[in-house]
DNA sequence: TAGCATAGGGATAATTTTATCCCTTATATC
DNA sequence: GATATAAGGGATAAAATTATCCCTATGCTA
């Protein structure tokens, strides 16, 4: 198994929490759960552009850091159901700051970013609803 | 220059977000420049563990994303300050949340982050004083 | 019997991100 | 003259993260 070669900073707040929501598909992931989608096969429907073996790497990762819970049913084709942790649930507040923060201000991130002369291609798929929506929080 | 091979996604808030995030010390450098840790040689300081090159490079990239300008004082040796933009500053109640977030449940994360078996070392210097804790901030 | 669905994981390639090393500029100080 | 300071950046090495490919298991359906 793969080993870090160069020591984790964690000496504050920030970088732990990072460490948490490091990987692509982090957040996304926490949300889709947030909101019920919580198996692997739904997720992958879901989120366009995941692969299987990433969605499994990450999933174990957000269980390994104590942020999701995995239930197995013991049936044949496998099923299995992800969901949110009391500290999992702790995190979404951000997450829904973090994706609300994106989408208002969308059109200008899109520009800066597309500027960006290494950032050659895009890929915009439209989004799934997200829980935000689905409870309807609003925060102008 | 380094050319993106696979495109980026950007199709909902959350991974608009992440990209104007991403990078080792993004999170940091702002959380900086907001407490008026202004000067390149002053952040080098501040934060223990980044190195010029890496700072430079995150600095420039923060600069693209319109979330810090630059001031370039025509001396000699240099003098420049940054300073976040409105945009940036949107972001720091994000930032605060994400920071206090990770003191909060420092206990539980060194915990799980330090027994997973890929994290054979953390390395964990004082942190130095956050904005929150100068504007006197709580969010228990 | 072949193929699908479901979830997981090993091995390795490809890509992206960070780290390391060295060079530039111009002034001040030892 | 050597050295420090301040900021920036090119080239490349190293490390970390993602992607790709293939294999496991078992019951159901065509």
Redesign the pocket.
């Known amino acids: ?6 020591p984790l900073t964690i000496d504050c707040g920030l970088h732990l929490t990072k460490e948490v929501l ?3 598909w982090k957040p996304a992931l926490l949300n889709a759960i947030s909101m019920d989608v919580k ?3 739904e997720i ?1 429907r879901l989120l366009q ?6 969605l ?5 990762e957000l269980e390994e850091h104590g942020m999701v819970e ?1 239930k ?1 049913y013991p049936q ?5 159901e992800y969901s949110l942790t009391e500290i999992g649930w702790s995190l979404m507040p951000i997450i829904d700051a973090l994706n609300q923060w994106g989408d208002k201000n969308r059109q200008f991130l899109e520009t800066v970013i597309t500027q960006d002369p ?1 950032t050659t291609q895009v890929s915009k798929s439209p989004c799934p609803a997200y829980r935000h929506l689905l409870t309807e929080r609003d925060t102008g």
């Open positions: 198994m793969y080993e870090r070669k160069i490091n990987g692509k198996r692997p096969s992958l552009g995941v692969t299987r073996r990433v499994t790497v990450q999933l174990k995995k197995i044949l084709p496998p099923k299995v290494k």
